[in-house]
């Protein structure tokens, strides 16, 4: 089972995010895709609609001692982190259509099943604190525009002026 906080984020709203996730630890932000299995710490977020798969990124805590898990995409001649697997923070970044944000969220899944053995496996009481630290500093630092959602300082000056969020991604 998994946990995700919706979220409406824009331009320095993801920088505090960045900044505040970065401080929890040893963090590496990844890309969703790499063309080979040594991802890039992303020092600096994609532009939007500049590249494949800008919006979708990995929060990677290398700290917690786990490695992150790939798998390659043969189709597109690319790896992938493996989400369920990995000990990873999805982030998949709000989008801009026209006057409206599309939501983006954070989410986490806590355990796996292992192939093998067909059982359970925890990804870890460490990994599972992390996820909670990052959640409730979102929740201390944004706005709850909703009950599922949050919005950042920037995103609720958008809404002010006249912007939408919209609630369906």
């Known amino acids: 089972m998994g946990r995700q ?5 824009v331009g320095r709203d993801e920088e ?11 963090i590496r932000v990844l890309p969703w ?35 992150f898990v790939t798998k390659f995409v ?8 493996d989400e369920d697997r990995s000990p990873v923070i999805e982030w998949t970044r709000s989008r801009f259509e026209k006057q409206k944000v ?11 099943t292992d192939v093998a053995t067909k059982k ?3 990804k870890g009481e460490e990994f ?4 909670d630290t990052v959640e409730k500093w979102i929740k201390r630092n944004f706005v709850r525009t909703n009950p599922r959602f949050y919005a950042g300082p920037e995103a609720v000056k958008f809404r002010e002026h006249g912007g939408e969020l919209d609630w369906f991604a």
């Open 5 to 9: 906080l919706l979220l409406h984020l």
């Open 120 to 122: 359970p496996v925890d």
């Open 102 to 112: 599309k939501p983006g969220r954070i989410w986490a899944t806590f355990e796996f």
């Open 74 to 81: 043969p189709k597109g001649g690319y790896f992938v982190v």
């Open 33 to 67: 895709s790499s063309r080979s299995k040594d991802f890039p710490d992303l020092k600096v977020l994609p532009k939007p609609e500049t590249e494949d798969f800008w919006s979708a990124l990995e929060l990677y805590n290398q700290g917690l001692g786990q490695p």
């Open 16 to 26: 505090a995010l960045v900044r505040a996730v970065r401080a929890t630890g040893d």
């Open 128 to 131: 599972r604190k992390w996820y």
